[in-house]
T-cell receptor, first 119, second 115 residues
């Protein structure tokens, strides 16, 4: 079974702190994603990466950065945490699939989530 | 991506089949139907996907109408652990640029399995 592991389930930080959220997957997937989930807003994509050292902005990248130095690890960085970044953060990964028919990249495997509170 | 419409909530008695509908009347020929669910306080979980034929796996069955404008996810014997929000997503399966990687989760259907 695919395993996507997020480093913390719960995290409490202070405004202005630099926050690192870590995600590791064990299935050699090319693609990794960071989402945040808020009540009434659903899941929103922050950043994703389709290869080592490659990253693309999602719908809401402001205030965040990411790092992908190794294939299995994708880090989300809050440069200066703010109270409006209090949220549930979800990491996911997917396989790219066969050339010409990439059904598999839409099958994303999610971690358990990190509930971040910024005070 | 085609828009999907799902009922906001449904109840199902434990042990009975749960049939969750999804309307995707604007689906195009190269778009697949994917189903995910999210149990409270956990990350979403992939369930099943299909193009036009009915599909079955160890978790569920997916029935897609002949005109592909709607589909139904069937949990054959619902248990209390199936209580979750179920999401129907319609996506192309092509590698056409960065935007092709983004999954969009709508509001889904909150399924409550009743003892």
């Amino acid at each position: 079974d695919v395993k996507v592991t997020q480093s913390s389930r719960y995290l409490v930080k202070r405004t202005g702190e630099k926050v690192f959220l870590e995600c590791v997957q064990d299935m050699d997937h090319e693609n990794m994603f960071w989402y945040r989930q808020d009540p009434g807003l659903g899941l929103r994509l922050i950043y994703f990466s389709y290869d080592v050292k490659m990253k693309e902005k999602g719908d809401i990248p402001e205030g965040y950065s990411v790092s992908r130095e190794k294939k299995e690890r994708f880090s989300l960085i809050l440069e200066s945490a703010s109270t409006n970044q209090t949220s549930m953060y979800l990491c996911a990964s997917s396989f790219t699939g066969l050339a010409g028919l990439r059904i598999a990249k839409n099958i994303q495997y999610f971690g358990a989530g990190t509930r971040l509170s910024v005070l | 991506d085609a828009k999907t419409t799902q009922p906001p909530s449904m109840d199902c008695a434990e042990g009975r089949a749960a049939n969750l509908p999804c309307n995707h009347s604007t689906i195009s020929g190269n778009e697949y139907v994917y189903w995910y669910r999210q149990i409270h306080s956990q990350g979403p979980q992939y369930i099943i996907h299909g193009l036009k034929n009915n599909e079955t796996n160890e978790m569920a069955s997916l029935i897609i109408t002949e005109d592909r404008k709607s589909s139904t996810l069937i949990l054959p014997h619902a248990t209390l652990r199936d209580t979750a929000v179920y999401y129907c997503i319609v996506r192309v399966a092509t590698n056409s640029g960065a935007g092709s990687y983004q999954l969009t989760f709508g509001k889904g259907t909150k399924l409550s399995v009743i003892p």
